[in-house]
C-alpha cells in the first residue's frame, strides 16, 4: 500500500530533496516506479521507504489500487476529482475547475494568477507555496508582490508546502506546463513586446543573476575598504607615529621646504604613490646596485646601528641596512607608497628591526632621539630638482649623532657642450618656418624649459666642467641655491647646439670599499636621464676654444620644489632663463 499523494505531498523538505535527489519530477513520473509498473503518472507521487515494509492504510478516496491498475481507472479519478466545486482565493465564490478560478480572480479580484507566476518566476513549489499562503492570510490582491532580490516573499517558507484545504485541486493545477506554453508581454514606453515563456525565463535569470552578482561585489567592495580602513588606524596606532608639529625646530636656515605646509606638498608627495615611478627607481640598476653594494659591502658601517631612511618609497635601503646589521632601522614617508612598505617589511620577515613612519620629516617626532647613519636617495633631475636634499639636511641637524654620517656623502653637478643639431632644428629653428609662416617667437619658449633626454655621447663637444660640489655631511640649505661660472674646452670642431648637466654620486666616508656612479652620457644609462638647455642660437667653436659663462640655480619662490636656471654665455649675447619643473 502507498501513501496517498494528496495527504503527505509536499509537507516534509526532506521528502521533496529525496524527489529530486531520485529525478521524481512533480509533473509525471519516471516510466517505471519502484513497486508498481504505472506510466505518466498525473499526481505528484511519494513512495516511502525504510528498512522494514511500510504498510499505511489508504485514504477513504475511492482511487485504484497501484497493483493491476490501468490508465482508464486513474483517469476516471481524476475525472472525479475535476467534478467538484473549487473556491476562489479572495472569495467564497465556487467555480468549476481551475482554469475558472484563475478567470475569475482575473476579472473579479483584477489579479491574474498565471501571470504572475511568470513574472515573479515561480517554479512548481514557489507556486504551490503562493497558494497555500493565499488560503491561510487572506490578503488582498493588492497586498500581494513579487519576489525580490532584497527581501524574501511572504509566501516563501516551507511550511506554506502543506495543503490549507484538504483535497485542493489548486495545488494539482499543472502551472509550470501551462504557463511555459504561455507568452509573456512586456511592455516599454512605445509598445508591448511579446517574448515566449522559456526567452522571457532565460532573460529574467540572467538579470536576477547579474543583480546577485552586483550585490555581492558591493559588499566585498565594502568589506574591503572597512579592512583597508581598519588597517590604516591600527598601523598608525600600533606602527606608525602620530605626526607632531614641532614649530620650534622649524627655522628660516631650514629652508623653503620646511616651510611648507603639508597641504602646500600634497601633490608632490601624491606622485610617489604609484607603484609605476617605483618600478623605475627600483628597475634602474645602476642606482638601486650601488646603494646595495656601499650597503653591504660596508656592513660595518651599519653593524648595531641606528639608520634612518629618509624617503623610504618601498623600503628597498631600509632592508639592505638591517641584512647588514642595524639593530634598528625607521623608514620614514609622507607617501601612501608606505602602506605597501609596510606589507613588504613583513613579508621579509624584518619588521622587528625596521619601523616605519608616514609623515614629513620636518613634521614628526622620531621614536630615538638620535640615529648613526642617515641614507636617503634624495637625487632628482639635474640633481637638485625636488630640493629633498633639504629634507636630507634637516634629519641632519636635528637628529644625526655628533660622529654620524650622511649618505651618499659627496656628490657633484657638471656642464659638458653638445652639439646635435638635428635636435636643435626639430625643436628650435622649426619656428623660423611653419608650412611657409614665420613664427620665431616660439623660439623664446622653447629655451625657457629645461627638458629630461637621453644625451648620446657622439654629440658632446667639450670637456666638463664641474659647477658645484656638495658634502652632505657639512653643507646648509643656503648653499643649494648657487651661482657659478664654467668654462668649457672644446675637444673638437662642431656647433654648439645646447648645454648638458648631469651629477656624479660618492660614498666615501670611513668606507673600506668606496662605490660611486655617475649619470653622464658616456655611462650606463640611469632613469634619472640627462638635463638638457638648448641655446636659442647655436654656436660655432673650434677644438681648443673655450664656452665660457656662467649659471645660476635657484628655488623657484612659488614652487620651491621646481629649479630656475639661468645661463649666460659669454661673447654670444645669449642669456636664457630656463625651468625645470
Known amino acids: 500500500e502507498v501513501v496517498d499523494p494528496r495527504d503527505h505531498v509536499l509537507t516534509l523538505v526532506p521528502i521533496l530533496d529525496i524527489c529530486d535527489q531520485l529525478a521524481i519530477g512533480w509533473k509525471r513520473w519516471p516510466q517505471t516506479c519502484n513497486g508498481c509498473n504505472m506510466a505518466d503518472h498525473s499526481a505528484s507521487h511519494l513512495k516511502q521507504e525504510t528498512t522494514e515494509s511500510a504498510v499505511v492504510e489508504s485514504d477513504t478516496m475511492d482511487c485504484p489500487s497501484l497493483e493491476g491498475s490501468d490508465d482508464s481507472d486513474w483517469e476516471e479519478c481524476a475525472d472525479d476529482e475535476s467534478e467538484g466545486s473549487i473556491l476562489c482565493l479572495f472569495c467564497k465564490e465556487k467555480v468549476a475547475s481551475a482554469e475558472k478560478v484563475f478567470e475569475h480572480c482575473k476579472d473579479e479580484h483584477h489579479f491574474d494568477v498565471q501571470e504572475f507566476v511568470i513574472k515573479s518566476n515561480l517554479d512548481v513549489y514557489g507556486y504551490i507555496k503562493l497558494i497555500n499562503y493565499i488560503r491561510s492570510k487572506k490578503p488582498s490582491p493588492t497586498d500581494i508582490d513579487g519576489p525580490t532580490q532584497a527581501t524574501k516573499s511572504p509566501w516563501d517558507w516551507d511550511h506554506y508546502l502543506k495543503p490549507v484545504l484538504q483535497d485542493d485541486p489548486l495545488l494539482f493545477y499543472d502551472v509550470e506546463d501551462r504557463t511555459l506554453k504561455s507568452p509573456v508581454g512586456m511592455k516599454t514606453k512605445d509598445d508591448d513586446i511579446t517574448l515566449p515563456r522559456q526567452q522571457y525565463t532565460a532573460l529574467l535569470e540572467r538579470l536576477h543573476q547579474a543583480e546577485a552578482r552586483s550585490e555581492v561585489t558591493e559588499g566585498q567592495l565594502h568589506s574591503a575598504l572597512q579592512d583597508i580602513e581598519h588597517l590604516r588606524r591600527t598601523a598608525k596606532t600600533f606602527i606608525l607615529s602620530e605626526p607632531v608639529k614641532d614649530h620650534r625646530a622649524l627655522e628660516p636656515s631650514h629652508g623653503a621646504i620646511a616651510q611648507l605646509k603639508e597641504d602646500e606638498d600634497e601633490a608632490y608627495f601624491d606622485s610617489y604613490s604609484h607603484f609605476s615611478i617605483h618600478m623605475d627607481m627600483l628597475q634602474d640598476k645602476v642606482r638601486t646596485e650601488t646603494y646595495r653594494d ?16 629618509v624617503g ?3 623600503g628597498i635601503l631600509s632592508m639592505f641596512a638591517a641584512r647588514a646589521g642595524a639593530r634598528q632601522v625607521i623608514a620614514v614617508d609622507q607617501s601612501e607608497i608606505i602602506y605597501k612598505a609596510m606589507d613588504i617589511i613583513r613579508e621579509n620577515n624584518l619588521d622587528h628591526i625596521i619601523k616605519l613612519v608616514k609623515g614629513r620629516i620636518e ?76 613664427m620665431t617667437c616660439m623660439r623664446s619658449e622653447v629655451t625657457r624649459e629645461g627638458s629630461v633626454e637621453d644625451i648620446d655621447p657622439k ?22 641655491d648657487f651661482t657659478s661660472v664654467f668654462s668649457l674646452v672644446a675637444t673638437r670642431d662642431g656647433l654648439c647646439t645646447g648645454i648638458c648637466g648631469y651629477f656624479c654620486i660618492a660614498f666615501e666616508k670611513n668606507c673600506t670599499n668606496k662605490v660611486y656612479f655617475s649619470t653622464a652620457p658616456h655611462c650606463m644609462r640611469t632613469h634619472w636621464k640627462q638635463s638638457l638647455f638648448l641655446l636659442e642660437k647655436a654656436v660655432e667653436i673650434k677644438q681648443g676654444d673655450q664656452l ?31 625651468q625645470l619643473q
Not at 459 to 480: F, G, N, Q, R
Open 548 to 578: 665660457s659663462g656662467t649659471i645660476s640655480v635657484k628655488k623657484n619662490k612659488k614652487d620651491p620644489r621646481a629649479l630656475n636656471v639661468r645661463l649666460e654665455i659669454r661673447n654670444t649675447g645669449q642669456m636664457l632663463n630656463f
Open 294 to 309: 656601499f650597503i653591504m659591502t660596508n656592513s660595518h658601517l651599519f653593524e648595531d646601528k641606528v639608520v634612518l631612511d
Open 459 to 480: 654629440t658632446v663637444l667639450s670637456e666638463p666642467c664641474v659647477i658645484k660640489m656638495i658634502d652632505c655631511c657639512t653643507v646648509s640649505a643656503a648653499e643649494l
Open 363 to 438: 613634521d614628526i617626532q622620531l621614536p630615538v632621539g638620535k640615529v648613526d647613519i642617515i641614507i636617503s636617495e634624495w637625487m632628482g633631475y639635474f640633481l637638485l630638482f625636488e630640493s629633498m636634499l633639504d629634507t636630507v639636511l634637516y634629519a641632519r641637524d636635528r637628529w644625526l649623532a655628533p660622529q654620524g654620517t650622511v649618505y651618499p656623502d659627496r656628490c657633484t653637478l657638471s656642464l659638458v657642450a653638445i652639439s646635435d643639431t638635428k635636435m636643435h632644428s626639430n625643436r628650435v629653428a622649426f619656428w623660423d618656418d611653419v608650412y611657409g609662416f614665420k
Open 312 to 314: 623610504c618609497g618601498t
